[in-house]
């Protein structure tokens, strides 16, 4: 049971550069996410998806597109990198406790470099 | 000089002693919270749950409080050791979807 997979784990882009994040889960979980962290910043959201072709901005979404044709997959896009866009990004996916959102499944990251 | 924001708040303990990490949650509708672990170079990971009808929770050697009152959770964990030094954060369900976490404390173990 592979849970939650990132690719890649590592990239260096140059800024203006674009790229794309894929995130494939095998729990069959409804709802996925998308997080940068930063030092010192915690976890930030920045989109995430509760369901199948349904897609929602977080705290974070500005200079990223996300997209979730497949249930099991979603995609972060950048279009352009920026410096500022230089951070880890971690991946997760959660079922529904009915009134709310479960536990939080996380890849192991993606270190993202804009040069 | 550096920005206090790029600072964890730290813990340091010996090995043996027992731990308690605090976390003061912000939205009084939140109705679960997840404490989570996360070591160097790894993506977080679960270690207990509460919900809002529960003041205590226990688990092996962890056990999670909850004073709704002034909106405080806190990770006890007991005989602490070397292995359970990481950045743990605290995480609440104020969405419907999502959750929001806070900003983290790190735990150094001495042996």
């Known amino acids: 049971n592979a849970g939650v997979t990132q690719t890649p784990k590592f990239r260096v882009l140059k800024t203006g550069q674009s790229m794309t994040l894929l995130c494939a889960q095998d729990m069959n979980h409804e709802y996925m996410y998308w997080y940068r962290q930063d030092p010192g910043m915690g976890l930030r959201l920045i989109h995430y998806s509760v369901g199948e072709g349904t897609t929602a901005k977080g705290e974070v979404p500005d200079g990223y597109n996300v997209s979730r044709l497949k249930k099991q997959n979603f995609l972060l896009g950048l279009e352009s990198a920026a410096p500022s866009q230089t951070s880890v990004y971690f991946c997760a996916s959660s079922y529904s406790r009915g009134t709310g959102t479960g536990e939080l499944f996380f890849g192991e990251g993606s270190r993202l470099t804009v040069l | 000089g550096e920005s206090v924001g790029l600072h964890l708040p730290t813990l340091s303990v010996q090995e043996g002693d027992n731990s308690i990490i605090n976390c003061a949650y912000s939205n009084s509708a939140s109705d679960y919270f997840i404490w989570y672990k996360q070591e160097s170079g790894k993506g977080p990971q679960f270690i207990i749950d509460?919900?809002?009808?529960?003041d205590k929770r226990q688990g092996q050697r962890v056990t999670v409080l909850l004073n709704k009152t002034v909106k405080h959770l806190s990770l006890q964990i007991a005989a602490t050791q070397p292995g359970d030094s990481a950045v743990y954060f605290c995480?609440?369900?104020?969405?419907?979807?999502?959750?929001?976490f806070g900003k983290g404390t790190m735990l150094l173990v001495s042996p």
């Open positions: 509460i919900r809002s009808n529960m």
């Open positions: 995480a609440e369900n104020s969405g419907y979807s999502t959750l929001t």
